[in-house]
């Protein structure tokens, strides 16, 4: 079998230009997942009933459903309560909802795996329950945190070339452009694959610089902001 460069050569921009709207899209679906992420669980955690059940719904469809009939009913189902929007906000819409699902469940995780005494010391010296998340929850959750959301990014990234069933010009897409113009699918779809290899290896090792860094050579205790290991007493009575 001989391979066609050209293919590669001729086509790099709009493989380029995939990539590009491909971390694009995963940028908004990150910080938009993230955002319903900490939301949801923070409400989950109040335990409130109606609020909890809404939440658990939530969960449940959108890991019980295949992503690509997520993005079915978002994009078809928004004109059929009026409201007419491009492919790629509807796809963008679907895949946040989607990261968010399973960002709340990392949150929710983190935050109950800690000791409870913590939260009731905070509480005990008045802190407020924000003052009490920023200073004393938070920074503990974050390490921990790290290694899940980044499978759960790379997995998004990966899922995001279901956009192309509804034209969003992300990299899935732009490789059936090319492949529709040369009829090389075996050249295009292994430079697709390398694309997608590479930007979900880049975050990896991004992760494994953080953890590094700051994962295993640092104790929950010294994670706390300063202001709370001022007020705390960590050894042995905040993590009973």
């Given at each position: 079998?001989?391979?066609?460069?050209?293919?590669?050569?001729?086509?790099?921009?709009?493989?380029?230009?995939?990539?590009?709207?491909?971390?694009?899209?995963?940028?908004?679906?990150?910080?938009?997942?993230?955002?319903?992420?900490?939301?949801?669980?923070?409400?989950?955690?109040?335990?409130?009933?109606?609020?909890?059940?809404?939440?658990?719904?939530?969960?449940?469809?959108?890991?019980?459903?295949?992503?690509?009939v997520i993005v079915f009913l978002v994009h078809f189902?928004?004109?059929?309560?009026?409201?007419?929007?491009?492919a790629i906000v509807t796809g963008t819409v679907a895949?946040?909802?989607?990261?968010?699902?399973?960002?709340?469940?990392?949150?929710?995780?983190?935050?109950?795996?800690?000791?409870?005494?913590?939260?009731?010391?905070?509480?005990?010296?008045?802190?407020?329950?924000?003052?009490?998340?920023?200073?004393?929850?938070?920074?503990?959750?974050?390490?921990?945190?790290?290694?899940?959301?980044?499978?759960?990014?790379?997995?998004?990234?990966?899922?995001?070339?279901?956009?192309?069933?509804?034209?969003?010009?992300?990299?899935?897409?732009?490789?059936?452009?090319?492949?529709?113009?040369?009829?090389?699918?075996?050249?295009?779809?292994?430079?697709?694959?390398?694309?997608?290899?590479?930007?979900?290896?880049?975050?990896?090792?991004?992760?494994?610089?953080?953890?590094?860094?700051?994962?295993?050579?640092?104790?929950?205790?010294?994670?706390?902001?300063?202001?709370?290991?001022?007020?705390?007493s960590i050894d042995g009575k905040s993590g009973t």
């Open positions: 079998m001989t391979l066609d460069p050209t293919v590669i050569t001729d086509y790099w921009p709009l493989f380029v230009q995939g990539a590009f709207l491909t971390l694009r899209l995963a940028a908004i679906a990150f910080v938009g997942g993230m955002l319903i992420g900490a939301v949801c669980a923070a409400l989950s955690l109040l335990n409130i009933g109606p609020v909890r059940a809404v939440i658990t719904v939530y969960l449940a469809l959108m890991r019980g459903i295949p992503f690509i189902g928004l004109p059929a309560f009026g409201m007419r929007t491009p895949l946040t909802l989607f990261a968010g699902a399973y960002y709340v469940e990392i949150i929710r995780g983190a935050v109950e795996a800690l000791p409870k005494g913590q939260w009731e010391s905070a509480r005990a010296i008045g802190m407020s329950p924000v003052a009490a998340a920023r200073h004393v929850i938070v920074p503990q959750i974050i390490s921990p945190s790290i290694p899940p959301i980044v499978n759960c990014t790379m997995t998004m990234i990966k899922e995001s070339s279901v956009l192309s069933a509804i034209t969003v010009s992300e990299l899935t897409y732009q490789g059936l452009i090319v492949q529709g113009n040369t009829f090389a699918p075996f050249e295009v779809f292994i430079t697709v694959a390398l694309i997608y290899w590479a930007i979900t290896m880049l975050f990896h090792m991004l992760a494994q610089a953080y953890d590094r860094r700051f994962g295993a050579s640092t104790g929950r205790s010294s994670r706390m902001s300063p202001i709370a290991a001022r007020y705390l």
